[in-house]
């Protein structure tokens, strides 16, 4: 222990001396995740409530036949506007939300108490057209049931008879549940800085010094070479989780500047402890992977090219879960990546998390820790190692 503690204190000192690297390692992801929430966020919050609020222009096509239904729209704010000569491109071409085209049989169908055809022309694979569409078929929704019911009342039939079932609706989620559905970007991006948080001391430290060929004069000392590494990615890990709790911590204070419902996301301090243990067993995974890549390659330059690859790993659970969702089972507890993005979902979620996918987590991520630490050490043992190229 006395070893592996000196060459920790040994590797620290190194990097905490080029203050550069250190600055950029503990201060990147304190600052680049928080104007990340802050930016978008707002941005996200701004747009919204301009679509929401301010007065929606609608191309009309057809609007000398449906007048009233014209008035309607312009009482829930939603403005009439000349009809263009080719809608559909138009709207292809970002050139308006959505349009209306109302059928030029609209008004004999309306007299007659028809269903009178009205057609909306948007491009689903739009987001930014969800909520004029979303307004627009509202309202017409409402013109709709307003209508009928007249006409019901005007015939002497109660309006409750054009219902012949009442649907009820119940949801369950809680405010923590839909607030953490805004976060869903959070997992990837805190598995990333955990998992690579350390990239740079653990590939220096083995890789680098293996091309300064100063590797060579630490191996020939009396340390078992086991030792020598475990020292490396001790003061890898704790730097690490070094920078991951200045990132928890900057979570604290951008919440409570975030605009909306972001600004009522848990930060307490359980909340933090756990997110922190949550992502040790991660840090001591990248540590080791790197540790054990970093051994196998013969300078700095190829190490680094690695990163790429890895960089790649944490947001596989992001993307499977988005293309196809599935129920949380005690399995996926024990998935590297895939067990931290449900374990952050669910303290952000502020859902329990059982004592036995706590224990399935932590042996599953400490075991395969192990795994590559046992790998690593039979690599350090090699002689030519301490061999620059």
Known sequence: MKTIWTVAKKELLDLFRDRRTMMLGLLMGPIVIPALILGLGSMAEKKARTQLE???ELPVIGAEHAPNLVAFLKGRNIEAQPAPEDPDAVVRNQDADVILRIDPEFATQWRDSQPAKVELIYDSSRQDSAIPRGRVSGA???YSRTVGVLRGINRGVSPEAGFAVQVAQRDVATPESRRGMLLAFLPYMLILFSFLGGAHLVMDSTAGE????SLEPLLATPASRAAIMSGKILAACLFGMLSLLLIVLSFKFTFAMAPGPLRLVDVSTPVILQLLLVLLPMVLIGTTLLT?????V????????YMSVLMFLPIIP????MVNPIKNQLWQFAVPFLAQNQMILKLVRSE???MQEWAVYFGAGLGLGLVLWLLASRLYH???LAISA
């Open 298 to 305: 013969k300078s700095m330059k190829e190490a680094q090219g």
């Open 318 to 321: 992001t993307i499977a879960l």
């Open 292 to 296: 054990l890549i970093s051994a196998t």
């Open 54 to 56: 301010s007065t929606l």
């Open 210 to 213: 293996r091309e300064r060929q």
């Open 382 to 384: 090699r002689e030519k």
């Open 140 to 142: 017409l929704m409402e």
């Open 352 to 354: 329990a998390i059982a």
